[in-house]
């Protein structure tokens, strides 16, 4: 069936997927965004002038608030935007968060282009280079590869790819305000379709301009046959309203050969201008007046912008902790903040809320940080999210929230083996996969129990779903003691874990209790009934242990009466096997090294909240890797540090968080 063809029902399905999601926003099961960090950007060079900074800021008590007062907070999501639009949409009073419906003055996005390149990750270790290729996590958002079902019928290439994009871009439509614009940067390889599909969401009459973005190239470039060299891409510029939009004029300064062609005229006064006709008089006679040069705004800005460059990776032009530092942070597809800043001049307005889903390396937030937006920005990649967060800190943003959202498995569960298959009939296979017997139906009504075959061993599939916290080892542990008259042993396989697992396991002290996580690419391997008998016979499924972090105990001295120094040093680093990670078999004897010689060095991001309420880590120090005012090696973060805090009487709760450069997260708790 030719594009043509498939496009109305990509249409049809697209609506109905909307108004599912519409109809569903007042649900009680909607969804809600977890709040993983307050970040308020602190540095070795700027955090013993925090709080005065604050102050400065009006935002003293940032530390303290309580995330439902009304004060609006930037916002920085890790997962599938589809789930964060529905999100803004129903709002979320947990964490402050009024609906966002019509209140989004500017939406920038860079989505994938349907290029069907595979982006693949390159993480350089002190010692060690590995490549990595996106989990099945981010496996849509890296891989620029796509398919999916229409109608139940299996489709791929761009079908699939415009059927993604569809309910995006139309719940978009809902957040704009009235007077609100959409930015949609794309590539030849579907601008014209994608045209269609907004044209069809938003009307040919709200279309207001497509925008060509020569960027050029710094050689020429190179044609791979009789091509033409590639050095332009599309932006596709649509309004909520077109008459009542946001439009700001811009100009361009005249380059010094225009002023030479046209301002060729000097009074005595030495002032240059330009003659302009401005009609005839009775006689026939020309009649002139002058424009001066210092009067003039410039050339008004064209749809064709060529003066805007691309930003080139090039680890050695960034220097992060170096004021006026190159704005390059090694992220592929990374767009210039010139780009972004015309866009946000033109089609927004100071205090506008300014909103990009497709964030990579986190230039639109950047860049509204710096001309007074508010912003929220998100990406379904660990490591674009990570780049993110270290880009903010490093430029000293103002108070941000870290949040994440969605049920990622889930998706690609019903992207790869289609809508109907259920949660339960994963669990069958996952225990299969492990080696366990699912029970009878009589005695397992979630289809998530087994037991290994000659053994006292049960086995418990969590859901991926949720988070494995402390109710689920808890509902584990009564398994094993009652089950069909009780258990030696439970052992818990799960996708997704909440931060402190480790510290939960530590405290449970149950030598009885076994966890271990299930590879995050297994749904990928799992895309065929041929390749999951393929992983049965060949036993290569390894189901790994937890990572985690161990600090040594802080120390506090007292200053003055008035503060506390708290010392805090990484202890260890234990890091899940490296056969749960996708990396290539030289990749994961590096790794292996690694972790036995210096494990310190696999983590990524490490942060401090040295009062930690228990529900909300508010950040007041961070540390990570390319940042070299806590020393000059760019690949390692520090291992100790010092902090001075108000003073406190009685027990400190002191929280470290750390990230690891493959994006997982841990967290440990001490009370001094």
Known sequence: MSLIDQLPKVVSEGRREVNRILEGLSD????????????????????????????????????????????????????????????????DSDSGLASMRGKIDLIYIDPPFDSKADYRTKIEIPGAELEQRPTVVEQFAYADTWSSEIN?????????????????????????????????????????????????????????????????????????????????????????????????????????????????????????YQRRMRGRDEKGDINWEKQYLDESKGVPVSTVWSDIKQVYADPRAYKPSQKGHSEIVNYDTQKPEALIQRIMEHASNENSIVADFFGGSGTTAATAEKFGRKWIISDIGKPAAMVMRKRFIDHEAKPFLYQSIGDYQREQLQSTMGAKYRIGDLAQVILGLYGAVPFPIEDNPNKNLGYIPQSKNLVLVDSPSKLCGLSTLQKAQQLRDSHLGGWNKVTVLAWNFVSDIGQIIDNLKDDSLEVLVIPPDLLDKLSSKANYEKLVKSGKVRFSTLQYLTIKPPVVKSIDGLEDEITIELDNYMLLSPDALPLDEKSKEKLQQVIATSPLDLIEYWSIDPDFDGEIFRSIWQDYRQNTENDKDALRVVHKTSIKVPKKNGKRRICVKAVDVFGWESEVIKEI
């Open 28 to 91: 009680n099961t909607r969804l809600s965004l977890q709040t993983n960090e307050l970040v308020i950007p602190s540095k070795d060079s700027n955090y013993r002038d925090l709080f005065d900074q604050l102050k400065k800021l009006g935002q003293l008590d940032v530390a303290k608030q309580d995330l439902t007062e009304e004060t609006w907070k930037n916002r920085l999501v890790y997962g599938d935007n589809l789930l964060l639009i529905q999100a803004l949409l129903a709002g």
């Open 152 to 272: 139940g019928e299996k489709v791929s290439g761009t079908a699939a790819y415009l059927k993604y994009m569809y309910p995006r871009l139309a719940l978009m439509k809902e957040l704009l305000s009235e007077k609100g614009n959409i930015f949609i940067h794309i590539g030849m390889q579907t601008s014209h379709y994608v045209k269609i599909i907004l044209d069809e969401i938003f009307g040919k009459g709200n279309f207001v301009e497509e925008i060509i973005w020569a960027y050029g190239s710094p050689s020429g470039g190179r044609a791979a046959g009789a091509k033409f060299v590639k050095i332009h891409e599309y932006i596709l510029h649509y309004s909520k309203n077109y008459e009542d939009r946001i439009q700001n004029k811009i100009h361009l300064p005249y380059t010094q050969k225009y002023i030479d062609d046209w301002f060729k005229f000097t009074d005595d006064d030495g002032r240059r």
